[in-house]
C-alpha cells in the first residue's frame, strides 16, 4: 500500500516548455509544406497590463516558429474601424488565428468584437458558436486557460472519470468552460459562486478543485479534502506586491496531493495552448 503524497508542485513552464517544443517541431512541419502558421494580435489603448500579455503572446511566437503580426491601436479607435480591420484579417490567408486583446476601450463592444471574428480563426474560443461547439461536444476551439487547466490535470496522470471536481467561479471565459471540459472528462462537476452558500461543503469533497475567482485565499487549506488535485488560476497582488493567486498557497500545498503555483502554474500554459489552437487552426485551413 502506498502513502499519500502531499503538496507535489503542478510545474507549468515546465509543461509549457515542453509543448511548446512539440508546437514548435509541427510548425516545422507545416511550413515544410509551404504554410505558416500566423497568429494576429490586436491591442487598442494603452493598458499597461495589456502590453505585457501582448508582448509575451508575440515573444511565443517567435520562439516557435509562429507568424505573428501584431497591430496596435489609440484608445480612439472607433468600433467601426476595428470591425473592418477584423474583417479584413478574416479573409487573410497568411492569418490563422485572430486575438483581441481585452479589455477594450469603453465605447467598443467587445461581444461584437469576439462575433466578428472568423469561427475559424477564433483561436481564444470566446465566441458563441465556440462555446456551443464546447457544450455539444463538437471539435472546436477550446478557451485557453481553461485547456491549460486540462493539461496541468492530465500531467499527473490522475484519471477524471468519476472524480468530483469542483470549480469555483462561472465566467464565460474560465468557469463555464472549465466545467465542460472537466464533464468531457467523465468528472462529476459542481460550480461554485458568490451566490453558493456554504462553498467548503462542496471543496471538501473534491479530488479536483479549480479556483478562478480573481480573490485571494478564496480557497483555504480547511476547505480542501488531504490528497485533492487543486489548480490555481487567479492572478492577484499580496500585501508587498507579489503576485499570489486565489488559493493559500503555502497552507493548502501542506493538504493537497497536487497543486499549482503562481506565478509559474496555469499562466505560462494559456499562452502555449493559444499556441496550440492557432497551429491547429493552421493545420485545418491547409487541409
Do not use: W
Amino acid at each position: 500500500m502506498t502513502t499519500q503524497q502531499y503538496g507535489q508542485i503542478i510545474d507549468g513552464s515546465a509543461l509549457s516548455a515542453r509543448l511548446r517544443a512539440e508546437v514548435a517541431t509541427r510548425v516545422l512541419a507545416l511550413k515544410a509544406c509551404g504554410v505558416t502558421p500566423g497568429l494576429a494580435v490586436i491591442l487598442v489603448g494603452e493598458d499597461a497590463a495589456s502590453a505585457v500579455y501582448v508582448r509575451n503572446k508575440v515573444k511565443a511566437c517567435s520562439d516557435t516558429g509562429v507568424h505573428s503580426v501584431f497591430e496596435k491601436y489609440p484608445a480612439t479607435l472607433s468600433q467601426a474601424e476595428l470591425l473592418a480591420r477584423i474583417a479584413a484579417l478574416n479573409v487573410d490567408p497568411a492569418v490563422h488565428g485572430i486575438l483581441v486583446q481585452m479589455p477594450l476601450p469603453r465605447h467598443i463592444n467587445p461581444h461584437k468584437v469576439i462575433e466578428a471574428i472568423s469561427t475559424a480563426k477564433d483561436v481564444d474560443g470566446y465566441a458563441t458558436l465556440s462555446a456551443g461547439e464546447l457544450m455539444t461536444g463538437q471539435p472546436g476551439f477550446r478557451p485557453c486557460t481553461p485547456y491549460g487547466c486540462m493539461k496541468l490535470i492530465e500531467s499527473t496522470g490522475i484519471d477524471l472519470r468519476g472524480k468530483h471536481a469542483v470549480v469555483i467561479g462561472r465566467s464565460n471565459t474560465v468557469g463555464k468552460p472549465m466545467a465542460l471540459l472537466l464533464l468531457q472528462a467523465n468528472a462529476t462537476v459542481t460550480v461554485c459562486h458568490s451566490a453558493t452558500p456554504d462553498i467548503d461543503h462542496h471543496t471538501r469533497q473534491a479530488d479536483v478543485i479549480v479556483a478562478a475567482v480573481g480573490k485571494r485565499n478564496v480557497l483555504t487549506a480547511n476547505m480542501v479534502k488531504p490528497g485533492a488535485v487543486v489548480i490555481d488560476v487567479g492572478m492577484n497582488r499580496n500585501d508587498e506586491g507579489k503576485l499570489c493567486g486565489d488559493v493559500d498557497f503555502a497552507a493548502v500545498k501542506e493538504v493537497a496531493g497536487y497543486i499549482t503555483p503562481v506565478p509559474g502554474g496555469v499562466g505560462p500554459m494559456t499562452i502555449t495552448m493559444l499556441l496550440v489552437n492557432t497551429l491547429e487552426a493552421a493545420e485545418r485551413a491547409s487541409r
